[in-house]
């Protein structure tokens, strides 16, 4: 009689083959259903994520112009080709793209990521579009003109030196700012001593403006998806303003503070050591002493 021929099992190799094969037809079906250019649909968001925090449509300046009804102040060209390399055409002399630059305190404005020209021509439709409107969704956050408080002057130190935490959960300023007021070690370094910002920045509406959406590249990164509320802009300003007076912290006067604070540690460590290793010595030759006494005697 014949052999019986049983069912194999596959094995784990053919398993993924199939496996494989039915994600990568699954991949190509949705492929064929989805719509050839999905930029158009993702516009807003886009705009939301990485315009919003230079510019707004009908809210007024922030580090960049106010893009309401930009089309009308340049051609659709030219903005395409701003979009596509901010850095190329402001570097060719461009006049505009100078005047653009001295307007937003020389800011540059940086490549947006993933841009290409359908996505600059997609923006263009939706500012256009948006312009028409009687109040754009991308008008932006609006700026308090409330009067200065002593309660907000303490809320913005708060807020400074971290004491208040940020509601979008972003880095304390003190972090990589100074001020006149902060004491022993003072602040961070890395940027510069904020004392004075309330003037460099010609008062409470640029100020105000430039926490709405700090243009510079440090802090891009880090309030891009971490902004300031309305409410801690104010007490941060009102502090601003309350410490223009003042001169700026002397960065020497820290630095000496941790000079002295490290010399300070390191020599009471050493005294602290020299202790434990001479109570080790007595701790070992004590016994060993008393024990040669006995015999001699």
Known sequence: ???????????????????????????VWAGALRPQSAAGQDTPDYFRQNCMNCHTIGGG??????LKDVTQRQTREWLAEFLLNPKAVLDSGD??????FEESRRVPMPLSPG???????????LIE??????????????????????????AGRDIFVGGQRLTGGGTACIACHSMHDMTALGGGQLGP??????????????????????????????????????????SLVAYFENA??????DPTAGRVTFLLLGLGGATAL????????????RGVRRPMVDAAQKRGA
């Open 1 to 27: 009689m014949g052999r019986v021929k049983t069912p194999q099992t596959a094995t784990s190799a053919q398993l993924a083959y199939r496996w494989g094969l039915l994600v990568l037809c699954s991949a």
């Open 61 to 66: 300046r922030l580090t960049g112009p106010d």
């Open 95 to 100: 006049p505009y793209a100078q005047k653009i």
């Open 115 to 125: 841009m290409t020209q359908e996505r600059a021509d997609n923006l263009l439709d």
């Open 129 to 154: 579009a948006e312009s028409k409107l009687p109040e754009s969704q991308f008008k932006g956050l609006q700026i308090s003109t409330a009067p200065f408080t002593s309660t907000d002057v303490q």
């Open 193 to 234: 001593d904020l004392t004075n910002v309330y003037d460099r920045l010609k008062g409470r509406k640029s100020l105000s403006a430039w926490l709405v959406a700090p243009g510079t590249e440090t802090m891009q990164p880090i309030f891009k998806n971490h902004p300031l509320t309305a409410d801690e802009i104010h």
């Open 244 to 249: 223009a007076p003042h001169r700026p912290a």
């Open 270 to 281: 050493m005294f602290a050591f020299d202790g434990l290793w001479k109570w080790r010595f």
